[in-house]
């Protein structure tokens, strides 16, 4: 793969071969230091949307956001024909150590890329020292049974998904579309232009296109044959959960998760808590990082 420039001053793109691609994604701060933190991105979303965030951390920490499989400028083919289970992503993550021949001291993530995280972790004990979960999706049996035969394939999310649109003239069209509007109405510019800049690539016909298909997109929204629950029960470091107040894709109490959990519930806070709360996310990952 022949990298672009980075958009992010930052940043550094990074282009890892794994069996059947690449995972491209970014990486923040000193080269030479051992891996912090790799950071996983939600359902829809890629790396460079947690750019503005993750950018303060560069001084202290070495950081690598990754685009998951359909996502971003990730070349892993993509079949939502196939695809019923996040553990796709999951092997992902696990080939992608493999290939970086180290494993971060804290494995974080966003919705789906938390539980992706939380899947690997339980797979392999040492894919990470700790975990930090910002309002991870964990669909419990009780709620996967009520959704009916078809499971969550034709959930709202899903069904919204499928309908998105997924050209633009350019990425200035694609900002003025979404700003302020849906998913987008809590983030601040700069999150959604980071987010912009590999969710749309440019095509030959001069136009830019989602680089997460809609049906790739509503794909993952019903792909739920893993379990996460057990995966709480069967990592074994230190997890720390930050729940959405409003909203939360996280179906698990407190209560219900081991002694290893430190799970938290942030007030005022919507699904997006990490566009809504940037410090939150970053003092978040500095304490973990030095094992507080």
Known sequence: MTLAASPFPAARRRAVPVPGGEIAGFEFGPADRPL????????????????DILTPLARDLRILAVDQRGHGRTTLPADPETHDAWLVFRDDLLALLEALGESPTVLAGHSMGGTVGLLAAAERADAAKRLVLFDPVVITADRAAQAGPDGLKNSPLAIGARRRRATFPDREAAFEAYNGRGAFRSWPEASLRAYLADGVLEGEDGQVHLSCRPDWEAANFGAHHHDTVGAFARATMPIRVLKAEIGSTCGLDADQAGDNVRMETVPGTSHFLPMECPELVRSALIEAAAGV
């Open 36 to 51: 912090d933190v790799l950071f996983l991105h939600a359902n829809g979303f890629n790396a460079g949307t947690y750019a």
